[in-house]
T-cell receptor, first 116, second 116 residues
């Protein structure tokens, strides 16, 4: 069964450093998402991406964040200058893009980011 | 914006008993309500979903009910087994209505423990 994959599984970085989290969505999916989950808290929406551009973003997704689909398979989340509060599990998700938005989003296993 | 409340935060049941988790949402434009199961160290996995034109949906031991008037929906797990132990998240989405791109707004999660 196709699945969303994410790399790395864990990332430790120093405050102020740039990090890039990578995702490979399911191949025939058209909508891509990033969510984050701070330890013990709810999963929070960050950004959605369709047709090579951001289609919606939350208040969390400020100028420190950017997303990109550099080729036909990868989908990346970049944090330019990490802060302690960016420490969280980051999930990538994708969906086919039919069904008027009411369809399954498939989540990857996540990248645990720790900012020291 | 949409707000999803989920109760209880923890739930402990004996194997074979039923478990019920309840969620309320605030935005009447929400029309898609998935439930995700998250096991330790893994990403959320869809277990069942319901659309706003349906009041109830069942899949073997799992059922979801939706009351649009009251803006609440519930997950019912019957004949619980130890492998049902996990964190369960409800979520709500507006699909493509109101400019939304199908992003999910999650509840805070319920940690279900099924004791053998």
């Amino acid at each position: 069964e196709p699945e969303v994959t994410q790399t790395p599984s864990h990332q430790v970085t120093q405050m102020g450093q740039e990090v890039i989290l990578r995702c490979v969505p399911i191949s025939n999916h058209l909508y891509f998402y990033w969510y984050r989950q701070i330890l013990g808290q709810k999963v929070e929406f960050l950004v959605s991406f369709y047709n090579n551009e951001i289609s919606e973003k939350s208040e969390i997704f400020d100028d420190q964040f950017s997303v990109e689909r550099p080729d036909g398979s990868n989908f990346t989340l970049k944090i330019r200058s990490t802060k302690l509060e960016d420490s969280a599990m980051y999930f990538c998700a994708s969906r086919v893009g039919t069904g008027q938005g009411m369809e399954t989003q498939y989540f990857g296993p996540g990248t645990r980011l720790l900012v020291l | 914006g949409e707000n999803v409340e989920q109760h209880p935060s923890t739930l402990s049941v004996q194997e074979g008993d039923s478990a019920v988790i309840k969620c309320t949402y605030s935005d009447s434009a929400s029309n898609y309500f998935p439930w995700y199961k998250q096991e330790l160290g893994k990403g959320p996995q869809l277990i069942i979903d319901i659309r706003s034109n349906v009041g109830e949906k069942k899949d073997q031991r799992i059922a979801v009910t939706l009351n649009k008037t009251a803006k609440h929906f519930s997950l019912h797990i019957t004949e619980t087994q130890p492998e049902d132990s996990a964190v369960y998240f409800c979520a709500a989405s507006k699909g493509f209505s109101g400019g939304s791109q199908g992003n999910l707004i999650f509840g805070k999660g319920t940690k279900l423990s099924v004791k053998p």
